[in-house]
């Protein structure tokens, strides 16, 4: 069982930069592999990016590619998502979630079991 608690959501202009953490409880974070997920009103959830659990690699959503930069800390438990040049197009409720070990990222939620409760990302014009 892995418990997941996101911050450093809130409110930032646009072009700005936010940095949000997932910190995870139990003892085998390092055998998960860590994604986020993103929700804006009336949108589906949609994959932002993930990394494997060594951290030797990642993947991107093309919207976000070159902009948000996904990384751990597995010796924190903690997974963070550096958002950088944001834009409007980028509010929504993030999302972080654990899956099962994979040399591969699967960027569809169902290959995820353990969610955390989401926080909140507002860029403004």
């Known amino acids: 069982q892995v418990q997941l608690v996101e911050s450093g959501g809130g409110l930032v202009q646009g072009g700005g930069s936010l940095r949000l953490s997932c910190a995870a409880s139990g003892r085998t974070f390092s055998s998960y592999n860590m994604v986020w997920f993103r929700q804006a009103p009336g949108k589906e959830r949609e994959f932002v990016a993930g990394?494997?659990?060594?951290?030797?690699?990642?993947n991107y959503a093309d919207s976000v590619e070159g902009r948000f930069t996904i990384s751990r800390d597995n010796a924190k438990n903690t997974v963070y998502l550096q958002m950088n040049s944001l834009k409007p197009e980028d509010t929504a409720v993030y999302y972080c979630?654990?899956?099962?070990?994979?040399?591969?990222?699967?960027?569809?939620?169902?290959?995820?079991?353990?969610w955390g409760q989401g926080t909140q990302v507002t860029v403004s014009s």
């Open positions: 979630a654990a899956g099962e070990r994979k040399y591969t990222i699967p960027t569809t939620g169902g290959h995820y079991s353990y």
């Open positions: 990394i494997t659990w060594s951290g030797a690699r990642t």
